[in-house]
């Protein structure tokens, strides 16, 4: 059998491998536009701090290596220009020489991947100074421009993963770095209220942000916004999002999917069953909402590219479609996600609700025991898990994983609930958070108690809300909510007459953990309107703490305790 | 109702905290036997090393705040000294005062917990320099006897979790650790050929190890062994197990299970319906064979605690059965499992296979990207999930804990190589580890190739095995088996003429990954008798070194390559 296969980074470089696995006889022809076959895509950014210190290290294997390691034909500098799938055929350019000439093919495996977008609204987007980070060339280009130049003001257009590892990379790299994004957030992926812990943490490590803002014009040293204002900026970096790459499908007639990608089947083959497309080029299904979408991620591609191998040679594949699980690292914090978040769950009408915990990563008398940041949502009334957002100093991607996990295992809060972990001090709490986040969500699922978010408690503080502040007097003088009223768990029994049973009441404690231990008291003693502010003092800090910095709101806490 | 509880820490004070959160108008008292109600059972250790600093630290609610907070009242220094179940009333004393009394109860929660074995038949196993390390009184005398008289010479018996947390503990403190172990490895949870990573790391601190050594006598700075070695040891801390704490059940006619500790229900009942019996004083059943167990864990006593509590208000609680994870820091290593290992398979006759798979933690361009030793036992045929073993300087913990909600979730082979977590080059590969191994499984499942263990090696270079080394020149040179011969990776398809096909034919290479390439390959080729060495060179490489250094065996391996 011959294959060819069109582009050769995550996915493309796996289909040719698997094949020859499974293989030795067949032929196997990497065709790649650019000078390197095979790099580290997401080790990229890393090269502007220093982290990843040559890029050379950054391309993993050569074309010799891949003849003598794997008996794979690879060729760089070389580009598909046509596809003529009836006669199986592709016509290639090569790009050093101008030469154009014809390849045959059993089987056709395209993973061109994406491109990054330009927007060429943008007066100025292709100056210069304005980067994309996208390939070895581009990053090299980036790196060396800012060195020659010494230049120091960088602006990074985009909140998104690569967004953000720019900036942290310059930052590390000792950048003024300003961050422009189009949203009212960065990372997508996250909900608002998450999102805030991400916003402090950029604020906190000098990085200035510019949300809800759009570039107008990119001039020598100035970037301009929609609402007037400048940032002063000598290199601009486009991190927006990504297209695939799909101009040689579209014209030889392989089908194009709803979101702009190729649309591929269960074994990822086109409308030409003997051309298989794969990577950041096709959409792919959602498992928990059946609907298209596009996932710009290495772990699916090369997942992709071993089922499309698989199946040229017979060998089934069982896909069940993806979830959408990543992670990143942002300055001192770990942030990850997984599944479906608020927003997925508003859009595709689903019946959910969450619970948002702070617990502690670990055993509260080790050393870095921090809190976590945990938000699950479900479905109702099913219980079944649909997605999770992670983010502190220890092990978020830990409790993703095991989120995920579950997930793909149709598990629901019960299972979680039960969940036998693996528990030292050194790691975690004997309940994780994990665990810990499934007991509040069924309490939350049975209706055993009432909860608001933390998004609302300006709300409910500019309209004179009853709150109470459960924590202990030290703690409550160190910070607080400016209209609570401080009954600490210590107390309340003794003070039941200061708790009104007319009206609503909101309670919080510093993680929700004691506050529900009281509303579950009060409930018991016939209180029947007590509504546990979700996240509490910890959770309301992080999002107040974000608006107060960039907006110019009244205070509604009096200090911020982020210990 | 008048819930009574025999016991505080983990398993006591949650079902007095859960019986408060469900009912406010409870009556809830603790008995306590010792002077401290709530403490970090599993933080006792980390004392000795100063990582917790103060003693106080480790005990985490006193009576007070259990009354205030609670509103539970915690007996210290009390002792029930026997339960009437026909009248529900248990007899108490005061260990204080001395006065007996007795209490009634409409449910009784019994968590004593499990003490610490001293076996009688150890000359001079109660002088006053033996210790064992169970409680906060237990660590201060043993820190206060090691302070006071300056001791340096400490000697652990006893090679579990509690001994290997204690000698990393007191290596910290800068004292001179003896391990002595009954059986030839630490950390039963493990297979052997995994302990060899653990010995290996306590060897390279400085702890000097017997294993295979039963302690005959201890005497004031010597400890005497079966084999007539003789051990310094000014101090020497027990830690061989714990028995179940059951003598007050016993006396009242409470049942006892096949392993000796309290037989319970789905719901934690004991033969009296209203006696509930939670924590290392129970026996479990086994999600994976179905067999009663002993697990002596803080999570499983925590959730056992909440199901009796619940159960008592009629709430019923899923109770699936145990599958046993733990994790342990040593030195420079996280070491997790979860599920069955290798004994336990061949114990209970469970058709089983594994891999053992050697990959790095996260991307080889990061900083501290390191091999993560991963053991992965799978049911034959079905391809289940039956348990794991993982030893690195990076997360192992967090894929144990996937591995652990897969097994939950009766996931097999097929669900572990589709898994979706999250990927960057901080935290591991897009490929995982998990996934990595899922894909290995299979293909031993599916006798895509053969392998052997690393265990084997030995044997098989004594028999002068053809063994080939496809790893490059450099890497041979700098340490290979004794007999094996060089045919690199990129050099095989040119030397088929050097590698027999008549004979079996092991290979190996770093970690196996290359070895399963150019078996493929071969296969290929028609040939038919190929063995991979399962762990390849840094598997056989740690399995040895411990041998060598230990005993007087000749060296198998030229040296050892271990970076």
Redesign the interface.
Known sequence: MKVLVIGGV?GGASVA?RV??????SEVIIIERGPHVSF?N??LP?HLSG??ERSD??VLMDPV?FS????IEARVNHEVVKIRPDGKIVEIKNLITGKLYEESYDKLALAPGASAIRPQSITGVNNANVFVVKNVVDINNLQSYIVEKNVDNIAVVGGG?IGL?ICENLVEAGKSVSLIEGTNQVMQPLDYDMAQIAHKELLDNGVKMYLEEKVVSIEASTVILESGKSVEADVVVMAIGVQPETSLARDCGIEIGKTGAILVNHNYQTNYPDIYAVGDVVEVTSKLTGDKTRLS???????QA?AAADHMFGKYH?N?G????????LFNY?I???GLNEKDCKKYGINYDFVYIIPNDK?G???NSKPLFFKLLFEVPTGKILGAQAIGRG?A??R???I???I??N?TL??LK???????????T???VV?HAA?VALNVLHADFKQVPVSQVRRLVEDNAFIIDVREKGEFESGHLVNAINIP???F?DRLDEIPKDIPVYLHCRSSQ?S??VI??????GYRNLINISGSFLGISFNEYFLDQTTSRDKIVTEYNFN
Not at 297 to 303: F, V
Not at 420 to 428: A, I, V
Request: hydrophobic residues 35%; charged residues 25%.
């Open positions: 995550a491998a020859r696995r499974i293989d030795e006889k580290s997401c080790c890393f982290i990843v290290d950054l290596e003598t390691k794997y008996n993963f590892e991620l290495a772990g699916p591609a090369q997942r071993r069982n069940k993806v979830i959408g699980s990543s992670c990143i690292h770990n990850a996600n997984t055993v008398l080790m050393p092990a991607d830990k993703i994983d095991v995920a996990t579950l793909s295992m598990g019960e299972d039960e969940l036998e972990l693996c528990y030292s001090p050194y790691y975690s004997a309940k994780d665990n007991l768990m210590s107390e029994r004691r529900y231990n579950s008291a009060l409930q018991g003693l």
